[in-house]
């Protein structure tokens, strides 16, 4: 695979983000397709991985592009328009950056895109999606949408109005949960019933806790014992110290942050393969382990958000960032720092 001379959004050794013209490609890998990005959509991770051991690299997980070249023998067909996302780890090469003109992603991360999905949103959809699908598929244990189950006990999703909150509402509503209790600010709770929510309540209230405990008790259906931290702040007080005080006898208590102080478990995106990772705090470097069974399952929660996105599954603000690669650094650091507030950006390639 030849080096590419469009901008590209880089990370380097000491953690800096900057934007270069130049970027040298490793070779395809023979599961490979390379890939003309169309848009590439914009995660925390993008500037937030570096903290793993993650960088001297192109950043960007999510795409949305044409396929320029195929396997001897695959399911996609040069041309075809496809989205998914790029495999992470120590030691990423700079091909599987999705913030740059072309990229490599393996046959099995990637999905053709419908028309029934615009292109744009394709490219925001499979990290936040995969997320929501292995916390609501694997971690909490809850049948795929067309298993047609109904589950009563109450769920919360701690922060609901983030991209994995939204996509975790909508799965548990397809799964069959009756009782959908989430937090988030006033002005989006009319968004996440029309969702799938079923009570929602005000997190910075200071009653938000004995507020939840009242609902439950109300509900008479049992205690919370599912719950995700969809915000994963580590700001005191802690999203997920928070959601915890409303738990009760947990089966399944998750949050999008790693914790080291044990009761809470970890969603991720990528399952399929094995990858390193070498967070701050831990003394070595962690090998997160293969799990395609756990993959699997994830996976089919995405095709069910693909087949019926615009009609049971959707990401409800999605915008579009121009090709300037000046302002898209800037989007992808503020979303990776302070945070960009509701919705997903993509960016259109190429950048300029």
Not at 101 to 106: D, E, M, N, V, W
Not at 337 to 343: A, K, L, P
């Amino acid at each position: 695979m030849a080096s590419t001379s469009a901008k590209a959004l880089y990370t380097d050794e000491p953690g800096n983000h900057s934007i270069r013209s130049t970027v040298q490609h490793e070779p395809l890998a023979p599961n490979e397709l390379l890939i003309e990005t169309l848009y590439s959509g914009v995660n925390p991770a993008d500037t937030k991985h570096y903290t793993l051991g993650i960088h001297s690299t192109v950043m960007g997980y999510d795409f949305c592009g044409r396929v320029l070249s195929t396997p001897p023998v695959s399911h996609f067909a040069i041309g075809d328009i496809v989205a998914g996302y790029t495999p992470s780890g120590i030691d990423r090469p700079s091909k599987h950056g999705t913030h740059q003109s072309r990229l490599a992603c393996p046959e099995q991360d990637l999905f053709k895109v419908p028309p029934n999905l615009p292109e744009a949103h394709a490219a925001a959809l499979t990290v936040v999606t995969m997320t929501a699908a292995d916390t609501v598929f694997n971690l909490f244990k809850l049948p795929l949408p067309s298993d047609g189950a109904t589950f009563t006990k109450p769920i919360l999703v701690w922060g609901a109005s983030s991209s994995v909150g939204i996509c975790t509402v909508q799965f548990l509503r397809a799964s069959g949960c009756t009782n959908i209790l989430v937090t988030a600010s006033p002005k989006r709770h009319d968004l996440l019933k029309s969702l799938g929510a079923t009570q929602c309540f005000d997190y910075a209230s200071s009653s938000v806790e004995t507020d939840i405990e009242t609902a439950v008790q109300a509900l008479g259906q049992g205690p919370i014992t599912l719950a995700l931290d969809a915000v994963g702040s580590f700001a005191p007080p802690r999203t997920s110290d928070q959601m915890m005080k409303c738990v009760k006898n947990s089966d399944a208590v998750v949050a999008c942050v790693t914790r080291f102080d044990g009761g809470v478990q970890m969603p991720l995106a990528t399952t399929r393969n094995g990858w390193r990772i070498k967070p701050p705090t831990a003394p070595s470097t962690i090998t997160l382990p293969s799990e395609p069974e756990r993959h699997k399952r994830a996976w089919k929660g995405l095709q069910w958000a693909v087949e019926n996105y615009g009609k049971g599954f959707e990401l409800p603000v999605v915008d579009v960032l121009g090709r300037s690669a000046e302002d898209a650094l800037r989007e992808v650091v503020k979303v990776g720092g302070e945070g960009r507030g509701f919705g997903k950006v993509v960016l259109r390639q190429p950048l300029q």
